[in-house]
């Protein structure tokens, strides 16, 4: 087998993908210092309450743009195919290493798809809630009402998701880390997490 280490992510999809995690985390310690009494410790850590509250909603929004160029970027691969249905339905078996009986997975899992999916969807409502919050005078009452309750139930969603999507990067699959800042995985990582993929680059 070749030892030629394969491209796994370009240069532009790195860089969006680092700019949407970066605004994310912005967007997300700056919302829980705002969000709760017992958390406004954290406003103190990014400039104190009323750059905090300046400059959040901003965040939100530069998070969106970014998750907005990364998804133009991925939406045409991140379509569940017949192999995500089955692997979906075995995924319990992937949860605890048993990959015998898995279906080979293609650049992404049918994981990995899910989140892209769930991530995509809290960014939109998060940013739909953001704008009525940030802009409450030209919305009527109802929407105000309702984007107060989905913007922290988005947000608390969207973090859940990112803490797993961060255990998966790093602690569960390692060699992931390496592909989002280098770009560059071996073949052996590429053949045991993405068969498909392997193939189809390496053309074996
Ligand atoms: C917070 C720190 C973050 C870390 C450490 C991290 C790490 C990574 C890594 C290592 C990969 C490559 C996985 C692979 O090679 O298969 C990846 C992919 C990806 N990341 Fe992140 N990421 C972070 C935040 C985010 C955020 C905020 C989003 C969007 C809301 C995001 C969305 C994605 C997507 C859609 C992919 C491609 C599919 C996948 O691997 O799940 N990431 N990330």
């Known amino acids: 087998m070749t030892t030629k280490s394969l491209e796994r992510f370009s240069f532009a999809e ?8 970066l605004c994310f985390l912005y967007a997300a310690f ?7 009494p017992r958390l406004f410790w954290l406003a103190g850590v990014f400039g104190g309450g009323e750059t905090v509250r300046a400059w959040h909603p901003w965040g939100g929004l530069f998070f969106a743009l970014a998750l907005g160029v990364m998804f133009r970027r991925w939406v045409g691969q991140m379509q569940l195919d ?7 339905a ?23 798809k899910m989140m892209f999916w769930l991530q ?10 953001g704008l009525v919050i940030w802009f409450p005078e030209v919305a009527p009452r109802s929407a105000r009402l309702i984007a ?24 569960a699959v390692p060699g992931s880390m390496g592909a989002m ?24």
Not at 30 to 36: D, R
């Open 90 to 112: 075995k995924s319990h078996l992937y949860a605890q290493h048993i990959e015998a009986g898995m279906p080979e997975t293609g650049r992404f899992n049918a994981g990995q």
């Open 82 to 88: 017949e192999d995500d249905e089955i692997w979906l």
């Open 148 to 171: 107060i309750l989905l913007h922290p139930i988005c947000a608390a969603v969207s973090m859940g998701g990112i803490m797993v999507h961060f255990y998966m990067s790093t602690l």
């Open 14 to 21: 790195r860089v969006s993908h680092w700019m949407s995690a």
């Open 120 to 129: 995509s969807a809290s960014a939109f409502f998060l940013l739909l809630s």
């Open 30 to 36: 700056t919302g829980l210092a705002l969000w709760s």
């Open 181 to 204: 800042i280098r770009g560059k995985v071996s073949p052996g990582w590429a053949k045991s997490h993405h068969g498909k993929w392997f193939r189809e680059v390496s053309g074996r």
